[in-house]
């Protein structure tokens, strides 16, 4: 009776002044190993991790973000290999939606080995900053980056532009989502279409639902029952995330990540050559202020420019060398190989790294957050099980590659108003 009492007592805390100092979330038989406790500091924390699925509005630097024409002529686009200038390969070449849009491997290759692994596209839409690099302040300029990266689609404006003007049903679909005909306008403002197409297909693709999510928001209402069914080992992994291992730091929000940049200590060099380095934020930030598809230029279909204010501020610093952005541990599982030179081939690699971190391997103006965790072999364990929490309990869904659209014929209704309604 008093056990029941003070389940009843530590979720009304929860819910509502805060004031009671832990919470019991567990099973209650006899013969289970003891509950796992939460302060009401680490409630709080669990609980900033959502809710899921975030909010989200089209971006208001590419006018065709969330329009259902755009999304189908970026999907159709996306896996069109006619793009690269052999012919070969297409962005779904490396993105494959089977693999969470990645590709499963270290390192994938277009017309050449590319010299780090291929991050995954879901939920591009909630970031801010884009590639591992930072080199891109937008979705849409960064898709445009590897239709014209020599190692991947090794493309150029005038190739995409002739391509879309002589096929007559890709020349028809532009001019839907435009409003204006690729014939009528110069190569490079084509291409730049083309960019801003395929970014409103990326963006349609969110991750759903996952366990973590049902135990964080029944902790939320008090569902002591549901909050239950939560892994014992994950609730155990859950208290290291945001305890001892100090992964919350970084790992923030919803998204789990706070989408900056950071050392690690994974290597600088590209398959251990040390003639070939991997500056990573250091050399990105040069990228993106040299780039006149930057939110500063000519493209960005904000008026107000007031979305190209991170980009004004934004500069190379020499702590930034070996930075790479901090990804998303939503569908974690499903991701691997891991680090942005996709070195580690497990989550457990992952744990490992960060348990036994050498800290002569961050540079001297690095990250001093960082510390061995000197985890044992039980935390590390409990730490991939909640983990993998993060992930849908399926493979991510996807309309397909088949399309059953009719021709498109201007001024009627296009299938794509009903394929991709919400």
Not at 39 to 48: F, V
Not at 101 to 108: A, C, E, L, S
Request: aromatic share 8%.
């Amino acid at each position: 009776m008093k056990k029941s009492r003070a389940w009843k007592v530590l979720w009304g805390g929860v819910l509502t002044a805060g004031v009671c100092v832990s919470s019991l979330i567990g099973v209650t038989q006899a013969n289970e190993p003891r509950v796992v406790e939460f302060t009401q500091a680490e409630i709080s924390r669990i609980l900033s991790h959502g809710p899921w699925p975030m909010s989200w509005t089209p971006d208001v630097t590419n006018r065709v973000s969330g329009n259902t024409h755009a999304v189908d002529l970026g999907e159709r686009l996306f896996f069109d290999e006619k793009l690269s200038v052999k012919e070969n390969v297409s962005c779904g070449t490396c993105h494959i939606a089977e693999y969470n849009w990645t590709d499963g491997v270290k390192r994938n290759k277009g017309q050449a080995m590319v010299d780090r692994n291929t991050p995954t596209l879901m939920n591009m839409r909630h970031h801010r900053w884009f590639a591992l690099d930072g080199a891109a302040d937008s979705l849409w300029a960064q898709s445009m980056r590897p239709i014209v990266d020599p190692r991947e689609l090794a493309s150029n404006a005038a190739h995409v532009a002739q391509y879309l003007r002589r096929d007559a049903d890709l020349s028809c679909r532009y001019e839907k989502t435009f409003g204006v005909s690729p014939a009528k306008q110069d190569d490079e403002a084509v291409l730049v279409g083309v960019g801003k197409v395929m970014a409103a297909f990326q963006e349609t693709l969110v991750t759903e639902f996952t366990p973590f999510d049902t135990f964080r928001d029944a902790l939320a209402r008090g569902d002591r029952a549901t909050a239950a069914l939560y892994p014992r080992e994950a609730r155990r992994g859950l208290k290291i995330f945001i305890g001892k291992g100090n992964c919350s730091t970084c790992h923030t929000g919803p998204m789990f990540t706070n989408g900056e940049f950071h050392d690690i200590g994974v290597s600088h060099f590209i398959d251990g050559d040390s003639k070939k380095v991997d500056g990573g934020r250091h050399d990105g930030i040069k990228k993106l202020t040299a780039s006149k598809f930057n939110l500063l230029g000519p493209y960005n279909d904000d008026a107000t420019r007031a979305s190209a204010t991170k980009t004004t501020h934004v500069k190379p610093e020499h702590r930034n060398f070996g930075e790479f952005k901090v990804p998303s541990l939503r569908n974690v599982g499903y991701t691997g190989p891991y680090m942005h030179s996709g070195e580690m081939l497990s989550l457990n690699d992952v744990v490992r790294h960060y348990s036994e971190l050498n800290v002569d391997r961050l540079h001297a103006d690095g990250e001093s957050l960082l510390k061995p965790l000197k985890l044992t072999a039980q935390e590390s364990a409990d730490l991939v099980a909640f983990l993998q929490t993060l992930n849908m309990d399926r493979a991510p869904p996807w309309r397909g590659k088949e399309y059953a659209h009719p021709p498109c014929l201007l001024g009627a209704k296009s299938a794509a108003d009903a394929h991709y309604a919400p």
